[in-house]
């Protein structure tokens, strides 16, 4: 089993209805849901009961021992699995965890390159990075 099979588990199937050229059933897209989980440092990116998607991230509140309660949070990669990609699914993730950011009072440190460029390509989104 490969690092990102273990990270990305699946819980159970997806259910069916119509499904994309590519086998994505277009319901679970719609119904898409980004999770925090902080015990694992990432959001990540669920269709139905199918973990597709994490956005890892480090607090950076606690630097060297000392904690800095205004110090940003660092999203540091962003993977979808690749039987889901080129659907706008890492998009859906980073749209996701930047409004639970914002919605937290979070500042963030965009120090993936993916989410770099989803700002530069929605800058209303930057009012969350610092």
Known sequence: MSGVDHILQTRGPVPTSRETPGGVDEAAIRSASVVDSPEHERFELWLGTELVGILGYRDGSEHHGAVHDDAPIA????VVREEYGHRGLASLLVAGALAHARDHGWTVDPV??????YLDAHPQEADAAS
């Open 75 to 78: 999203f540091m990669h962003t």
């Open 112 to 117: 993936c390159t993916y989410v770099q460029r």
